[in-house]
Structures are given as structure tokens and as C-alpha cells.
């Protein structure tokens, strides 16, 4: 059992930076693969990046790629996401989840776990 707690969401300007974090509790963070999705009111909840067990690998969604930088800190239990350049678009909750393959998956029915989401706003 993995439980997932993000934080660091908030309102920002466009252009701005957030930083979010997602702490997991337990003893095995470093046997998942992590993952950031979200959603915005009215839409699915889409992929935004994932990071292997081990941070080997990455992968980003097009919409995100050159702006969000994920990374984990195993002795931590965390995984990040941050996210510069900000766009309105990028207003939605921002999830975190815990997939138990090596690598992760792309789509969000892999997961496993999940956190309860921050809010990320973006304002003009």
C-alpha cells in the first residue's frame, strides 16, 4: 500500500514557476514508477510525465516537453514536477500516482495509487 500527499500547488502569473511535490508514505517508493497527470474542469485526465523507478528514464507529454522537469528523490519518498513557463492551459489539478512497473505508463488506468491533487492555476 502506497499513499500519495501533494502539495505546492497555487495560483501563478503566466510565465511563472511552480514547483509541486508528492510525498508517499511506506517503505517501497523506489519499486514504483511515478507519475504527474491532470485534469481540467470538463476534460480527462491526461498525462504529463512519468519517471522510472530508478530516474533512469523520463517522459513528457508534448504539450509539457522544454517547460516541466520531473524528478524523484528516493531516500525522500518524492517525486516532483517542476513547471516554468507556465501557460494558461496548464490550469488544471495535478495528480500524482504510483505505477508498479519499472517504467511507467502513459495511460492512467496502469496506476495503481493515487494522491488526492493540487490545484495549479494559471492567470493572465
Known amino acids: 500500500q502506497v499513499q500519495l500527499v501533494e502539495s505546492g500547488g497555487g495560483l501563478v502569473q503566466a510565465g511563472g514557476s511552480l514547483r509541486l511535490s508528492c510525498a508517499a508514505s511506506g517503505r517501497t517508493f523506489s519499486s514504483y514508477a511515478m507519475g504527474w497527470f491532470r485534469q481540467a474542469p470538463g476534460k480527462e485526465r491526461e498525462f504529463v510525465a512519468r519517471?522510472?523507478?530508478?530516474?533512469?528514464?523520463?517522459y513528457y507529454a508534448d504539450s509539457v516537453k522544454g517547460r516541466f522537469t520531473i524528478s524523484r528523490d528516493n531516500a525522500k519518498n518524492t517525486v516532483y514536477l517542476q513547471m516554468s513557463s507556465l501557460k494558461l492551459e496548464d490550469t488544471a489539478v495535478y495528480y500524482c500516482?504510483?505505477?508498479?512497473?519499472?517504467?511507467?505508463?502513459?495511460?492512467?488506468?496502469?496506476?495503481?495509487?493515487w494522491g488526492q491533487g493540487t490545484q495549479v492555476t494559471v492567470s493572465s
Open positions: 500516482a504510483a505505477d508498479q512497473e519499472a517504467y511507467g505508463s502513459l495511460s492512467p488506468i496502469d496506476y495503481d495509487y
Open positions: 519517471i522510472s523507478r530508478s530516474s533512469s528514464r523520463t
